[in-house]
């Protein structure tokens, strides 16, 4: 029983129990593995770790749990450490606990009692043992900023960028900005909080369980340490450098690696040949490192999760991923870190049969295992064969590698080392263990192009990394060109959007690349090519689509694509031996990196480009077939959005007026305005506009009819923005350009007509948008009576009368007004399949006529209606929602439901603001709305503000002398007066009728 038991303790040798004092034992036997192996200890970026010390207060450093020292080139590096099991980093005045944490990390850092902490190399560390994953998303991210800002000012200036950085980011700096004031006895500044944050790492160590990755990892150290790799001994010699500690703890000790080494051996653990292995002369052959190498914390740690996997010898590794994403630069950044780790550190080039030849046989002769006579080649294969299966400690790198039966003649099956692979082809997976290796992550980009130029960050750091997809490649080389040439950021970045390939195609001088962005993938474009024109068809496609997220759909068989789906299987699975795209086989979705598709673009003639961006608009154009009353579809043509939206600035871009691209540009823009992507779609509509026009200029030919619903389009958008003179413009255009056709229909007139009518309401020319709307109706009448297009008409109608009633105070006009909503509200209730989101839009218009009119409850019922047509279905999302909030947030108002209608006047304005802008005409609406409600509260200050607000952007838009704007300096001019009590006489009698 006392054996079983004896084994169960063995089985983990990283409990801690309650945490505490074993756990910060457990970590100082972490840093001692580290000392015995001499690796890079945690928390310090260089230097093999020289010496551990533990309890050091007595000299001075009140950050004294545990103090690393490590040694670069001369250059002794020191970590302070203090170790909490479990710590909130918080600010609240009950955690106790961190403030004292951090007043004692203030004192070391400023060496308030003697302790030696300087800032340039140095780190204070905080040891934790409960991961916290905002901490890990958001600190840590801050904490490294801080080490690539090029002053304080950058620093914090980055932080405050509302959509560069977040709340929680900005109020993990605020945390420790408090306490660090708290610990000074005065405010910091921010060149103290900068400096500060710089030195500071926060290191979670996951210790404790055996399966853990960080405990797998120390636990395979100590295995390779021993002759044997035997468990028990290894939890033997576990035991002596966790005792170590405790003993070194108690005494306040400090040990070094030859301390350490006589310690061990006085407890008769045999090591694997230390004093051999101390003066072993290490076979290494591996390029320049990259003193510039960046990030990569996540695939590192997989790759160390994998390579020193518990109770595995043997192990390969293969990194795979685009040509330029950077596996060549990590598998040299590992074997530098862990070179000592190993007693042979080999590269071997395998991009072709000779180069994998020559370095393998130059492996063969570093080893020296042969007479001083000539060796044959041969001979010298089955030395390097044979020490490789009798010898562990080595790693063998084979780089550029795609075909694995290509290394199989030079590696035994019984390995005993390690061998580390880069490859493009993500087919390897059936031979070994595989990562595939992403682009930066966005930080990183921007830390590194920050930290290679040594500029200050700015918001054009951003955008360079984003158009450049964040690739590593791309990214070395902009760096390079932006230091070599002496160009700033904005600079390198204007010239990337005129000349891209021109750049991709540069070669600058940099020591961590040799070829360029263009050539890195020139050599797997023409290995495509040579085995099959679907492939290379498949990729001229993508190069015309957004770049994620495509759907594998698009390559189903059709009249434009003629191959089956076998011959699509295979075109991508050759893309995929390259690394050219990646696959979702779970989303069923492709995606291709940006600067693969300009690569493919520019070897593309302007032709192929034309027939490419044509055969693809057809066939996404059966996909695209949007329609407002389908709703359940509408996720299927979201999917679509992006490649619709990237094909055609293609089109615009390469001069692609065919009819089809203009259909799309259509459907495109009516989803977005009825989607609420209003800025996205005016945006669009303002390119496109702009092109056409640029056409007409020259005379070019443009397809009137597509044309003519553009313009209809766009006036919408323009009207929904507040610009009516421009909109009314677009309308008209519209009306001449229909008028003009030789075959022109009666529904297109009517529907051209409408639109203008709209728009001249909201010019407040009632009498002239009734005419035009009545001509409809009887050109409607003389022909077919369509009912959606009558629909359309009668609410209109009743749309104008009731704004033209509430102008001039025209009771007869309302009553016409009630008379064609309640006309419209009863075709909707006659027509077999009805247009439900049209009756919303009908209940609400409506609902608004009976505020004006008083009638609240009546107006909260037929604006209630409108609401649940909408969210019944799916249109939670769009701006129309955010009209219905308003409305009940004014019929709420009247009811006194003072609370209720606040929240749905929020409703409105976040919706509002999101997807027009907050400086649109529709928030400055709603703001007056929230005014009127604050006055009727009583709360004077915050409706002087509010309507302060709407009034800047009524003047903006609208300008000085519309309705809208005087009205509102009426308000305000009234709520002044309650504040100052002074009168404005010419406001009184409208905050009256307000009340």
Request: proline letters at 2%; one cysteine or more.
């Amino acid at each position: 029983m006392k054996e079983t038991n004896r084994d169960s303790a063995l089985s983990n040798p990283f409990s801690t129990g309650n945490g505490g004092v074993k756990f910060e034992n457990l970590v100082g036997t972490t840093y001692l593995v580290d000392l015995l192996n001499k690796s890079i200890p945690r928390g310090l970026e260089l230097g093999l770790t020289k010496e551990v010390s533990f309890q050091q207060r007595f000299s001075g450093a009140t950050v004294d749990d545990i103090i690393v020292s490590s040694e670069d080139q001369g250059v002794i590096r020191k970590l302070f450490l203090q170790i909490k099991h479990d710590l909130k980093f918080s600010d609240a005045p009950s955690n106790i606990i961190f403030e004292s944490v951090i007043k004692d990390a203030w004192y070391t850092f400023n060496n308030r009692f003697g302790a030696v902490f300087d800032v340039q190399t140095d780190r204070i560390g905080i040891g934790i043992g409960i991961y916290n994953a905002n901490i890990d998303k958001d600190l840590q991210l801050i904490l490294q900023w801080a080490r690539s800002a090029k002053d304080a000012n950058d620093y914090c200036s980055k932080i405050d960028i509302e959509r560069f950085s977040s709340n929680s980011k900005r109020n993990y700096l605020q945390i420790f900005r408090s306490q660090l004031t708290k610990a000074k006895g005065l405010p910091v500044t921010d060149e103290e909080l900068w400096s500060f944050m710089k030195s500071l790492v926060v290191i979670y160590f996951d210790l404790e369980s055996l399966a853990s990755r960080e405990s797998t990892i120390i636990w395979n150290k100590l295995l390779d340490m021993l002759v044997q790799r035997d468990s028990r001994v290894a939890h033997n010699l576990f035991d002596v450098l966790r005792t170590a500690v405790e003993e070194k703890s108690s005494m306040a000790g400090t040990i070094n690696r030859s301390q350490l080494v006589d310690l061990i051996r006085s407890r008769g653990i045999n090591i694997k040949n230390i004093s051999s292995y101390e003066n072993h002369e290490q076979i290494f052959s591996l390029p320049k490192r990259n003193v510039y190498f960046t990030g990569r914390d996540n695939f590192f740690n997989r790759l160390l999760e994998s390579l020193q996997t518990i109770n595995t010898i043997t192990l390969t590794q293969v990194i795979v991923g685009l040509g330029g994403i950077g596996k060549t630069q990590l598998a040299i950044e590992y074997a530098y870190r862990y070179k000592d780790q190993y007693d042979v550190v080999w590269w071997i080039n395998s991009e072709d049969d000779n180069k994998l030849y020559s370095d393998y046989i130059r492996f063969a002769k570093q080893l020296k295992e042969y007479p001083d006579e000539e060796v044959s080649n041969e001979k010298l294969m089955d030395i390097a064969f044979d020490w490789l299966s009798s010898h562990k400690g080595w790693l063998l790198i084979f780089d550029n590698l795609n075909d694995w039966s290509k290394i199989e003649p030079y590696l035994p099956q019984n390995l005993l080392g390690h061998v580390l692979i880069t490859s493009r082809n993500q087919h390897l997976d059936s031979f070994s263990r595989t990562i595939q290796l992403e682009c930066f992550s966005p930080e990183e980009a921007e830390t590194y192009l920050v930290t290679r130029t040594q500029l200050k960050w700015s918001k054009e750091v951003k955008e360079l990394a984003a158009v450049l997809g964040n690739l590593p490649l791309a990214l070395a080389h902009a760096a390079a060109y932006i230091k070599q040439k002496g160009k700033s950021f904005s600079s390198y970045l204007k010239m990337f959007n005129e000349h891209k390939l021109r750049l991709l195609d540069q070669s600058p001088e940099i020591p961590d690349y040799n070829a360029t962005v263009a050539t890195t993938w020139n050599l797997s474009f023409s290995e495509v090519r040579s085995q099959s024109k679907i492939p290379v068809k498949l990729l001229n496609w993508l190069s015309f689509t957004a770049s994620e997220l495509i759907p594998r759909s698009l390559f189903e068989q059709n009249d434009i694509w003629s191959f089956d789906e076998f011959e699509v299987d295979n075109a991508i699975s050759i893309l995929l031996n390259y690394s050219l795209i990646d696959i979702d086989n779970e989303e069923q979705t492709l995606s291709i990196h940006r600067l693969v598709q300009e690569v493919i673009k520019y070897s593309m003639s302007s032709d192929s480009k034309s027939n490419c961006i044509i055969e693809l608009a057809a066939t996404i154009k059966e996909k695209f077939e949007y329609n407002t009353n389908d709703p359940v579809n509408w996720i299927h043509y979201e999917k679509w959005l992006p490649h619709t939206l990237a094909l055609i600035d293609h089109a615009i871009e390469e001069g692609v007026s065919e009819q089809i691209v203009f259909y799309l540009v259509q459907k495109t823009g009516i989803f977005l305005l009825e989607h609420g992507r209003h800025l996205q779609g005016k945006e669009l509509f303002t390119k496109v506009v702009k092109w056409i026009e640029q056409m007409e200029e020259k005379r070019e030919f443009v397809v009137t009819y597509r044309i003519a619903g553009l313009f209809t389009t766009f006036g919408t958008y323009l009207r929904d923005a507040g610009d009516y003179t421009n909109s009314r413009k677009y309308m008209e255009r519209v009306i001449d350009l229909v008028s003009k056709k030789e075959f022109v229909r009666y529904n297109e007139i009517i529907v051209a007509e409408v639109s203008l009518a709209q728009t001249l309401m909201k010019l407040r020319l009632f009498s002239d948008a009734l005419k035009i709307l009545f001509k409809s109706l009887h050109l409607l009448n003389e022909n077919e009576p369509i009912p959606s297009l009558k629909l359309d008409i009668l609410s209109s109608i009743a749309l104008s009368y009731r704004d033209k009633g509430i102008s001039e105070n025209n009771g007869e006009d309302i009553y016409r007004a009630i008379e064609y909503f309640e006309d419209s509200l009863t075709i909707i209730n006659e027509i077999e399949n009805p247009d439900y989101l049209e009756e919303a839009h009908i209940q609400n218009n409506y609902g608004y006529l009976c505020i004006r009119l008083g009638l609240f409850e009546e107006a909260f019922k037929k604006c209630n209606r409108a609401l649940q047509i909408e969210k019944q279905l799916i249109r939670e999302d769009v701006p129309r929602l955010a009209r219905i909030y308003n409305n009940l947030g004014m019929a709420c108002r009247g009811l006194k439901e003072y609370k209720l209608s606040e929240e749905y006047f929020t409703f409105a304005l976040e919706y509002f603001s999101i997807y027009y802008g907050e400086d649109n005409f529709n928030v400055g609406l709603v703001l007056n709305s929230i005014g009127k409600l604050k006055w009727v509260v009583e709360n004077w200050t915050e409706a002087q503000n509010i309507f302060k607000e709407a009034l800047v952007i009524y003047r903006r838009i609208l300008g000085e002398n519309h309705p809208y704007t005087k009205d509102t300096q009426r308000y305000l001019l009234a709520v002044q007066e309650k504040i100052t009590f002074e009168k404005y006489e010419d406001s009184r009698k409208m905050m009256n009728q307000l009340l």
